[in-house]
């Protein structure tokens, strides 16, 4: 089965930082497009920062403090984040198109996970 788990999210004082990591399970070639959303409560849930092949995105409220990457050969992302602020505290998800040996690209979410930022 072919999901996206994610890990490192919790609870961090304003001005701290975290890494959220989502690795790809099961049988994988490659991590194509990806990228982490964030839904707070009553909100909508938004993009984060992604990235396609037309380059990396990073939502407003976010750039040069979040820095998202890739490691090709762990089937993971990440999001670094720093210098973080109450107002990042949302569940984070991580999305991704998956390339499969025999079922061609999906488009998997991972469970999400709780980031709360205290000040």
């Known amino acids: 089965q072919v999901q996206l788990v994610e890990s490192g999210g919790g609870l961090v004082q304003a001005g701290g930082s975290l890494r959220l990591s989502c690795a790809a399970s099961?049988?994988?070639?490659?991590?194509?497009?990806f990228g982490w959303y964030r839904q707070a409560p009553g909100k909508q849930r938004e993009l984060v920062a992604g990235?396609?092949?037309?380059?990396?995105k990073y939502a407003d409220s976010v750039k040069g403090r979040f820095v998202i990457s890739r490691d090709n050969a762990k089937n993971t992302v990440y999001l670094q984040m720093s210098s973080l602020k109450p107002e990042d505290t949302a569940v984070y998800y991580c999305?991704?198109?998956?390339?499969?040996?025999?079922?061609?690209?999906?488009?998997?979410w991972g469970q999400g996970m709780q980031v709360t930022v205290s000040s």
């Open positions: 999305n991704a198109d998956l390339l499969t040996p025999f079922s061609g690209t999906l488009n998997r």
């Open positions: 099961g049988s994988i070639v490659s991590i194509n497009a």
């Open positions: 990235r396609t092949s037309d380059g990396i």
